[in-house]
DNA sequence: TTTCCTTGTTCATGATCGTAAACGATTCTC
DNA sequence: GAGAATCGTTTACGATCATGAACAAGGAAA
């Protein structure tokens, strides 16, 4: 009779857990080994399929790591979504700095405004985590090849992308045309 | 064997419950009955004698009510020292601004410095709850009673106060000189 | 291709949680 | 004082967690 409240679910810890996860590049077994629980555990939790003890909880976001407080302060929410469509976009200014509001806003943010213009051929490259931060942009012309983690996308002009620098990432240019893009990262790295 | 790192106390979570159920003035049994567990699970968690589950923790706190990420962020310990010597505190510029460090320094904080003068008499009278925000100052001269809560303080020059402002304060002059208060809130409401 | 490694998922079992119920200790009212 | 509330604590038992092991799928190197 403990069903009425009892699910798992609601609390969106497997959705937290896992984009916290992938953000630190860990896979569940990594993760597992950090935090002394098992890959079972994880997977069932971020599944949703559990409902573990804050002490369970707490030593797999030791692994990450992340503070409880941390955790549950933080939104996966629908923003979720990296990719935005270019009729997805809040109509903005036209103005450079209107770049500041693709992805949800959030706390202020000191972002650096970069014009990128890939030649054709260009390409970053495989590897290249760490940038601890975030970035965004817009393309303006051309075709460009994202990858982000798992997910792979080409954008055209109009189109948007928004993620955490820290997970995998590599832009491809495509196409015959050059690729010119609008971008911003934070913090202000470059 | 799965003994080595598995204290239910090192997280503190009945230290902190304890103390937020008796701030809102609910019995174990009171509070039982609008979180819809029994009275057994909060009294086996506040003696930190069992590990509850996340799901639990969280009817819990809806009991009360608090949110996870306030739980969590709720220090109860050492840093739950709302007051401040004069000789406790950092040395900074004498700047202005040097306010902003006063308490343990968190993420960027937004804030507001307020310049307060209370004339002889001046009280902000019983109840002001409902803040939503932290707020800190410090005095410079003349003295003041703090109410915050159940702690109840007289400030003299160089001491300095911080406390979250969603607990029930009172500010009260002292004496016969004016009292002159910069104090920061945060979020800027003011 | 074959082999090997890693990925995330699922299942049976022991450990633990959360409950229902009883307990002693106050503190009231009568 | 008796009785009845309430308080917080503790115990036996069913429900659930967390585990260890096996599983299929996908990539990388040979």
Do not use: W
């Not at 270019?86 to 500041?100: I, M, T």
């Amino acid at each position: 009779m403990n069903k009425e409240n009892s699910e798992p679910g609601d609390l969106r810890l497997g959705a937290r857990l896992r984009i916290l996860r992938e953000r630190a590049g860990l896979s569940q077994r990594a993760l597992a080994r950090r935090a002394n629980v098992t890959n079972a555990t994880i997977s069932l939790v971020e599944a949703e399929k559990m409902n573990p003890s804050v002490g369970a909880l707490r030593r797999i976001l030791d692994g990450i790591p992340v503070s409880l407080s941390e955790f549950f302060a933080f939104e996966p929410e629908p923003e979720q979504v990296i990719f935005y469509q270019a009729d997805e976009l809040p109509e903005l200014g036209k103005g450079k700095l209107s770049l500041r509001r693709v992805g949800h806003s959030q706390f202020g943010r000191a972002m650096t405004i970069l014009h990128e213009r890939y030649e054709p051929g260009a390409d970053t490259g495989r590897v290249m985590y760490q940038h601890e931060g975030e970035e965004g942009g817009v393309v303006i012309s051309g075709r460009i090849e994202i990858t982000v983690g798992e997910e792979r996308r080409i954008l055209g002009p109009g189109d948007a992308y928004y993620f955490d620098s820290r997970r995998r990432h590599r832009f491809r240019q495509v196409g015959t045309e050059p690729c010119v893009i609008v971008s911003a990262c934070t913090p202000p790295t470059f």
